[in-house]
């Protein structure tokens, strides 16, 4: 007998919110499975603390302790984290995955268009807010303050329910938008897109030419200079002596907000399986990973180039899992955020969220917005660009605005 499909995820719910709840994953495995659940932790704003993944090749076994909050939604979890493990029949006990069998197509795309009277500070993020909670995902936008102050947003969005083509869902979506804004929402529009007006809304050359080496260097610096270092004491550390069949990866580095999604995304976009590995986080934010890995063909990394490969691509991403800068445009600043893409083309979650979340509490006014992909050196980054108005030239001001909004992305305290 196979199991059950409720029983691939449970979770246990401690009965205080100081205390951690358990997600136990135990279904057919493939390689990234990992980052596929991480990543929708990270979406449902989620702590990892803890992690144990084991796996025999075809079927594993995955338990997080996580840190939750009073407004999660346990069942609605479930459901995702479920509808991302691969199946198995349980009639025949054969697994299988739904990829092998079955491309799965593009999401329609919509265009939300939202009209405000007037601006204010943490409009956005009310808006970008009741859209994540609506499980609307924002994949482009482009917001824009009129000379009478009318606020005009453009949101290109996706469904995770695919329901947004209906009448009731649509109606929802309005509802829930006028109960926050209120009088300030002059009109609400949901539209299908056709796939030219989607691509074409990617803009992936709107970043100033100077800007791009320095902000997407795959290059670790030589010497960190202050505030451009997110992380400091990353140790990566390879061994192939205390295993006969996998390579051992141990890490040593500061915890911050999607640490092990961002561990996992790496070895995921490099086709490696994580045959047993363990993570914890201690006290002072300080995290210990072990992880036994293999290659897609079973075999252990021994090739030296293809360790100092993955080796320095692991540091990078936990000494740099975003890049922040802000930018002087004349009498303006540009907040620029920028996030690596995984090869499967999902972009890292909650980082327009939380950049709007740390200008609100900033009582910073956005003038206008965007997001576009920009690929560089064969890589694709998704690029948030942030026009925060007129009269901010750089300033102690606009160092704390970089320094909260950082803050804000890694999960530390200000």
Not at 271 to 299: L, T
Request: include cysteine.
């Amino acid at each position: 007998m196979g199991i059950p499909s409720e029983d691939v995820v449970l979770i246990s719910q401690s009965d205080t919110q100081e205390d951690l709840h358990i997600i136990t994953v135990n279904c057919p495995d493939k390689i990234g499975l990992g980052c596929d659940l991480c990543r929708i932790i990270l979406l449902f704003q989620l702590s990892i603390v803890k992690g144990d993944v084991s796996t025999d090749g075809k079927w594993c076994y995955l338990v997080f302790w996580v840190v939750g909050k009073s407004t999660t939604r346990w069942s609605l979890l479930k459901n995702r984290l479920v509808e991302a493990c691969p199946t198995c029949s349980s009639a025949t006990e054969i697994y299988y995955y739904k990829a092998e069998f079955q491309q799965p197509k593009p999401p329609e795309v919509f265009l939300l268009k939202l009209l405000c009277c007037n601006d204010r500070s943490g409009l956005l993020h009310d808006v970008t807010k009741v859209l994540c909670e609506l499980e609307l995902v924002i994949k482009r936008v482009k917001i824009s303050t009129t000379p009478d102050g009318s606020v005009m947003d453009l949101f290109f969005i996706t469904d995770t329910r695919e329901l947004l083509h209906t009448k009731s869902r649509q109606e929802d979506a309005y509802s829930h938008l006028k109960a926050v804004l209120g009088e300030v929402m002059i009109s609400c529009d949901i539209e299908l897109v056709v796939m030219e007006m989607a691509a074409s809304s990617q803009g992936n050359t709107f970043l100033p030419p100077g800007l791009a080496e320095e902000m997407f260097s795959l290059e670790m610096p030589k010497e960190p200079t202050s505030g451009h270092s997110d992380q400091k004491n990353v140790s990566v550390i390879v061994d192939n002596y205390l295993s006969p069949a996998h390579t051992l990866i141990q890490i040593q580095c500061e915890d911050h907000k999607g640490l092990l999604y961002d561990i996992m995304r790496t070895l995921k976009d490099y086709n490696i399986q994580i045959s047993y590995g363990r993570f914890s986080s201690k006290q002072g934010r300080k995290c210990e990973v072990d992880m036994f890995i293999v290659q897609a063909d079973g075999k252990k990394v021994v090739d030296p180039n293809k360790q100092t490969s993955l080796c320095s691509r692991l540091r990078m991403e936990l000494t740099h899992p975003l890049r922040v800068a802000m930018v002087s445009q004349g009498p303006d600043t540009e907040l620029l955020v920028a996030n690596p893409v995984e090869l499967s083309g999902k972009g890292r979650p909650l980082v327009f969220y939380d950049i709007t979340l740390a200008l609100k509490k900033l009582d910073t006014c956005i003038f206008s917005a965007k997001i576009g992909r920009h690929v560089i050196r064969d890589r694709e980054w998704e690029v948030y660009k942030i026009r925060l108005g007129e009269g901010n030239g750089f300033s102690q001001s606009n160092k704390k605005i970089e320094g909260e909004v950082r803050n804000m992305l890694m999960g530390w305290e200000s």
